[in-house]
């Protein structure tokens, strides 16, 4: 198998996240330094798994966006293929997972782990 990600077509009650992306980026080659590595294993990673899309592209096929994508990098929480939720451009590792966890607390049943 290699090493291509592929971008599967959500179910109808499946929380995703969608990385809009756009090659050269900085933003988006900071947030693949800092945060990709350990996003599958987080508990926000496991309750929304990663997918990718390029700006130019548009949606994954099944996904609807609310909102034109104007920014890379753009994070887009959808549930069942819907956008519920946003994230526009990378604040930093230091401020991303916790504007996250918010986010999904707030538009999901997510609960974060505590310590």
């Not at 929380?15 to 330094?33: F, K, N, S, T």
């Not at 890379?72 to 401020?95: K, M, N, Q, S, W």
Request: proline fraction near 10%.
């Amino acid at each position: 198998m290699s090493g291509l990600l592929v971008a599967t077509p959500s179910t109808a009650d499946e929380i995703r996240l969608i990385m809009v992306e756009q090659p050269g980026c900085a933003y988006c080659a900071a947030w693949d330094d800092q945060i990709a590595p350990a996003y599958p294993n987080t508990a926000e990673g496991r309750f929304a798994p990663l997918d990718r899309a390029d700006l130019h592209m548009g949606p994954p096929a099944g996904v609807t966006y609310a909102r034109r994508v104007n920014f890379t990098p753009t994070f887009i929480l959808i549930d069942g293929g819907v956008e519920i939720a946003r994230i526009e451009g990378y604040p930093g590792e230091d401020f991303f997972w916790p504007i996250f966890t918010k986010l999904l607390q707030d538009k999901t049943e997510f609960e974060a782990e505590t310590p």
